[in-house]
């Protein structure tokens, strides 16, 4: 989950989409005019065509981790199910000890699951995040980048 995390980090696709969409303002001022070589908005289409498949291709990732992570939740609620049911049956038993190693171990595989609760909760909010990000990158491409270039073919002619 971590790994996804990081690699939906690095792919920086909202700052190139909004690069992207900078783009395809004209220049403000003067300065800008003179100065500023300003990119055509098709020249980010490549990059954005690759960080839409490679968002695709973390959001299945993302769903088969979320899976596994759930079933292990899951296995790990059980087992502490079951150290439950055992410390209370060597609760009355006269070794301290015992009951001690129990609730410790009790207690870390609790928390184990917290954690894997926590990260599906993480990983749903990445995977929402890549889908509108999927979502904007096909509206550029699908319809921003089209009328842009209907409107720059009919100002050339």
């Known amino acids: 989950i971590t790994e996804l995390v990081l690699k939906f980090t690095q792919m920086a696709v909202p700052a190139l989409l909004d690069a992207a969409l900078e783009s395809t303002k004209g220049p403000a001022g003067v300065f800008d005019k003179l100065f500023r070589r300003a990119a055509s908005p098709a020249q980010y289409k490549p990059a954005l065509v690759s960080s839409r498949a490679q968002l695709l291709q973390l959001i299945a990732d993302s769903d088969a981790a979320t899976r596994k992570l759930e079933e292990s939740a899951a296995n790990l609620g059980l087992h502490a199910a079951a150290l439950a049911v055992v410390s209370k049956l060597a609760g009355g038993a ?22 894997a609760e926590l990260s599906i909760l993480q990983m749903g909010q990445v995977r929402q995040q890549a889908a509108d990000l999927v979502a904007q990158v096909s509206s550029f491409l699908t319809v921003t980048l089209p009328a842009l270039e209907m409107a720059q073919a009919q100002k050339g002619n």
Not at 96 to 110: E, G, K, V
């Open 94 to 115: 006269p070794d301290p000890t015992l009951s001690d190693a129990l609730m410790q171990r009790r207690t870390l595989i609790q928390q184990a699951v917290r954690q």
